[in-house]
């Protein structure tokens, strides 16, 4: 059974996380729900202390575009009716990173780079220095052959009918969290890859870089891992 053990010798906590979002530009667009997973060792192993899934208010005028409802399920009703003030999802989030806590998702850039823009308009985007980071998707790309969606993750890692990638962050969060565990069970490595995000290099990192974080250019299909390559 894997049990985390390299990470949790260095953090007292994991919050993995996942966005949906009104679009992919992180300055103009909304995250409409947020999920997130905090996990902490235990004996044995490693347990859930906390399972977050919120629907997150739009600004003033804002709304959900077809697209992006047809894609996730999520309607601006369903916003207007459940979706939570911003600024209560930002008080949310910096509970649950206060501490020595490890920040991962898969595609981590993406919503780092939403979560960061909802915090400093809403609420301490300051909570997000110092804190180390951890991209799966970087991860996968080094183990796995193309392509490397998270469904094709579930899919690599056996646990299509255990997990679901959705498009609802609370599923795709399962998912990732469920997808770290065999990572680690496959190869003792995961620390190497904090603060490291490998990106194509066709495409470049996309946006504004992550000041703590080291970006490579990472192929599709690897000679050895991306950390040996510094």
Same mark, same amino acid.
């Not at 399920?73 to 206060?98: F, H, N, W, Y």
């Not at 490890?102 to 919503?111: Q, V």
């Not at 308009?121 to 804190?131: A, E, I, N, R």
């Not at 620390?191 to 250019?217: C, D, E, Q």
């Given at each position: 059974?894997?049990?985390?053990?390299?990470?949790?010798?260095?953090?007292?906590?994991?919050?993995?996380?996942?966005?949906?979002?009104?679009?992919?530009?992180?300055?103009?667009?909304?995250?409409?729900?947020?999920?997130?997973?905090?996990?902490?060792?235990?004996?044995?192993?490693?347990?859930?202390?906390?399972?977050?899934?919120?629907?997150?208010?739009?600004?003033?005028?804002?709304?959900?575009?077809?697209?992006?409802?047809?894609?996730?399920?999520?309607?601006?009703?369903?916003?207007?009716?459940?979706?939570?003030?911003?600024?209560?999802?930002?008080?949310?989030?910096?509970?649950?990173?206060?501490?020595?806590?490890?920040?991962?998702?898969?595609?981590?850039?993406? +919503?780092?780079?939403?979560? #960061?823009?909802? /915090?400093? &308009? @809403?609420?301490?985007?300051?909570?997000?220095? *110092? $804190?180390?980071?951890?991209?799966?998707?970087?991860?996968?790309?080094?183990?796995?052959?193309?392509?490397?969606?998270?469904?094709?993750?579930?899919?690599?890692?056996?646990?299509?009918?255990?997990?679901?990638?959705?498009?609802?962050?609370?599923?795709?969060?399962?998912?990732?969290?469920?997808?770290?565990?065999?990572?680690?069970?496959?190869? +003792?490595?995961?620390?190497? #890859?904090?603060? /490291?995000? &490998? @990106?194509?290099?066709?495409?470049?990192?996309? *946006? $504004?870089?992550?000041?703590?974080?080291?970006?490579?250019?990472?192929?599709?299909?690897?000679?050895?891992?991306?950390?040996?390559?510094?």
């Amino acid at each position: 059974m894997a049990n985390l053990e390299s990470l949790f010798s260095n953090y007292d906590r994991l919050m993995l996380f996942d966005t949906e979002t009104t679009g992919l530009n992180f300055s103009r667009d909304e995250i409409i729900q947020l999920a997130a997973v905090v996990v902490e060792p235990a004996p044995g192993g490693y347990r859930v202390v906390r399972e977050y899934d919120e629907l997150v208010a739009l600004s003033p005028g804002g709304f959900v575009p077809p697209r992006i409802q047809q894609l996730t399920g999520i309607s601006t009703q369903d916003l207007l009716e459940r979706g939570l003030p911003k600024t209560r999802i930002c008080q949310d989030v910096s509970g649950m990173i206060a501490g020595n806590t490890l920040l991962l998702a898969y595609n981590a850039h993406f +919503d780092l780079s939403f979560l #960061y823009y909802l /915090l400093l &308009g @809403y609420g301490d985007c300051t909570v997000l220095k *110092g $804190k180390d980071k951890l991209d799966l998707l970087t991860v996968y790309r080094d183990r796995k052959p193309y392509p490397h969606r998270l469904s094709n993750a579930i899919a690599a890692y056996g646990l299509t009918g255990r997990v679901v990638n959705s498009h609802r962050a609370v599923d795709d969060v399962l998912a990732t969290l469920a997808v770290m565990v065999e990572m680690d069970r496959e190869r +003792d490595d995961l620390l190497n #890859y904090v603060n /490291l995000f &490998g @990106y194509n290099a066709k495409y470049g990192i996309g *946006g $504004k870089a992550i000041s703590s974080v080291t970006y490579r250019p990472q192929s599709f299909d690897p000679k050895e891992p991306l950390y040996r390559c510094l």
